[in-house]
């Protein structure tokens, strides 16, 4: 089975160890869940794993315990785009923009137009390929971000509270969609939430960080360890236990 190993992962700021001796194993095809209190290290992890911060340590992609297949292809969703809104940057365009070394302002070229079709349609959101960027709503724009990220199709899908910005009556269809691609593609996926409930009830697997990786296992494990109940509140960890039975 293939799967992405992260190996004694740290990152440091001074004196301060922001993440220390982080070990994981991410298997493909299956949504792993990544839950901890505010500032335990979620999102520095992400930003080590793509490049944006130093860090000792390593992390690759292997199909045994013996064989590496290289550098993994990274796709990553953060939990919301900086831009000017008033820009007249359609999807497209930022498809061009970040597929392709053609400027934008020449005209698309019709092979970028499939390319970014096909990809919308995985997510769902085909109708949204003319439509200016600083228009879409919180759920529209994540979708295309996530069309983005599965461009070409990883090997690690990043989602850091990618949902955030989702309205409340969304956020069981985005679950499901990145379950279901996850094991259509057979890809190896971290997701960052703090909605505890809905990442119990997608992920089969759960990490519960807090600088260190404090305990790995199904959701019911994680929230029955003796760390995640004296972080959170007990109520939070029976409200999740019993979401897991419904």
Known sequence: MKCFIIDKLNVQRGNTHILKDVNLHIHNGELTALIGPNGAGKSTLFKALIGDIPYTGSFYYTDSPYKRLGKPKIGYVPQKLEFDYSFPVSVLDL????????????????????????????????????????????????RVLLALALNPIPDLLLLDEAFSAVDQSDLVLFYSLVKNLVEKYNIAAILVSHDLTLAAKYSGKMIFLNHSVRSVGTPEEVFAHETFITTFQRGIQNDCSAALKT
């Open 95 to 142: 498809f061009s923009a970040s597929l392709s070394r053609f400027p934008v302002w020449l005209s698309h070229r019709g092979k970028m137009k499939s390319v970014a079709t096909r990809s919308l349609e995985m997510v769902h959101a085909e109708n949204l390929l003319d439509k200016r960027v600083g228009t879409l709503s919180g759920g529209e724009l994540q």
